[in-house]
């Protein structure tokens, strides 16, 4: 592209600093810049390391949901009401002494993760909170349409 030298942008050149089109060019790059950075720091909290004990992954192996729930005292539940007699309804985990007794139903295994694995689920886990504390924290979310975090699976 051929830009159009003025005696002002000369001098301006001169100097170090940019001209106008240059700085407006810069000033719309440098949100972008940053969004990107924030894009790259959220990536990097989902993904595990030794470091990051407290960053949530994801795990869609049945062996190792059922470990993480089993360690913390979590039973497979659904949410009463929500299903009928060929499908159990809304999948949840239930932590005793929290506020499911109410609105929760235990179920076994078997039929927690044949709904998992029917609406395409995955579970979003934290192993311990930024405190040091072993944490409950978990959310089942959809494998499709997901950003990806590093997904952990049984080998």
Partial sequence: ????????????????????????????????????????????????????????????????IQRWAEERGARPSCVKGTGDKEDIGMIRLDFEGYSGAESLQEVDWDDWFEQFDANNLALVVQDQTAGGQKSNFNKLVSRTGQQKPKTRTAR
Avoid: I, V
């Fill in 1 to 64: 592209m051929a830009t159009k030298k003025t005696s002002g942008s000369k001098s301006a050149a001169k100097r170090g600093a940019r001209p106008a089109a240059a700085k407006k060019t810069a000033a719309r790059k440098t949100p972008a810049k940053k969004t990107a950075a924030k894009s790259a720091g959220k990536a990097r909290s989902k993904s595990r390391s030794a470091n990051a004990e407290h960053s949530s992954y994801t795990l869609t192996d049945h062996e190792e």
